[in-house]
Every structure is written in C-alpha cells, then in structure tokens.
C-alpha cells in the first residue's frame, strides 16, 4: 500500500465523520416523532429507518476510503474498483436480506420506517454537499508536473540533473 494520499481522502473521512453526527441528531429526531406517531412501534421504526439510511450511505464512502489505501500501486485501479463493486454488492445482498426479513413484522411501522430512511438518504446528501462546497480542492489533484520540458532542452545540452558536461 502506498503512503501517498489520494486528495479525496480528507473530503471522504470529513463527511463520514459529518454523516455520523447528523446520523445521531436524525435518530434522535425519528425516535421522538416515531414514538409519538405509533408509541413503540414508531420509535423502532424511526431509528432502524435511519440506521439503515446511515449504513448504507457509509458503505459506499468507506469501501472508497479502504479502496485509496492502493493509491500508486500498479493494479490500484482493479483494487479501487473490486472493492467499490464489491461494497455495493454487499448492499445489494442485505437489501433483498432486511426486505425479506423485514417485509411482514408486525413490529415495523411502515409510512415511519420509509420516512425515516428518505430524511437518512436527505441527510446524508446535505452533508455531502456542504462538505464538498467548504472543502479546497485543487482542480488538478495527484499528478506531477515535469520540471523541464524535453523539448526546451537543446540537442546535446545537458539537463538540470545531469549537470555541465565535460569533455
């Protein structure tokens, strides 16, 4: 694994730690309404709506976090991809598993449960924004640059490496 940071690295970690305070006021927020909606019913609704939301959304940006870790290595790119692909199949699977399980519990309120996991998805899109907006930048991240164009050195000339050349 290389040492050298992908510049995403900062703006993927400050939403994720962004997302996971958001996740807490928002659980908060649905426990209450949810129970004063549909008592205790309500209140597992509400909070497994917006863990769900919240697991989910962290996935993606955690699988991608792991994935910069290659950053530099010759296969980073199939590692990159393997590991985000993967993530996403991983949601694939607990999705149909949590809708199989979840899909007649008479525990689940099911208007509260939906709503909760829009206000997650919601959340988790208005931190990702605010995020994105506040943070710098550069527009051209993770290249370098040549010091000396091989086309301003004159035949026979010696480079800056090289140093005069002696006879």
């Known amino acids: 694994m290389s040492p050298n940071p992908v510049s995403s690295t900062p703006i993927l970690r ?27 019913n309500g209140l597992i609704s509400g909070l497994l709506g917006v863990l769900i939301a919240a697991v989910f959304l ?25 590991i985000v692909l993967g993530g996403w199949l991983l949601k694939l699977i607990v999705f149909f598993l949590g809708v199989i399980v979840l899909k007649d519990q008479p525990w689940l309120d099911p208007v509260i ?9 919601l959340m988790s899109l208005i931190v990702d924004a ?20 091989p086309e301003d050195v004159a035949p026979g000339a010696p480079t800056a490496d090289e140093g005069p050349q002696r006879s």
């Open 14 to 40: 400050r939403t994720l730690i962004w997302s996971g305070v958001a996740t807490v006021v928002l659980a908060i927020a649905a426990a209450v309404v949810g129970y004063l909606v549909g008592q205790e």
């Open 58 to 82: 962290g996935i993606t940006g955690a699988s991608i976090l792991i994935a910069n870790r290659w950053f530099g290595e010759p296969l980073y790119v199939q590692f990159f991809f393997a």
């Open 113 to 121: 449960f939906f709503v909760a996991i829009v206000a997650g998805v």
């Open 130 to 149: 605010v995020v994105l907006m506040t943070m710098r930048l550069p527009n051209v991240s993770d290249a370098s640059l040549p010091s000396v164009a």
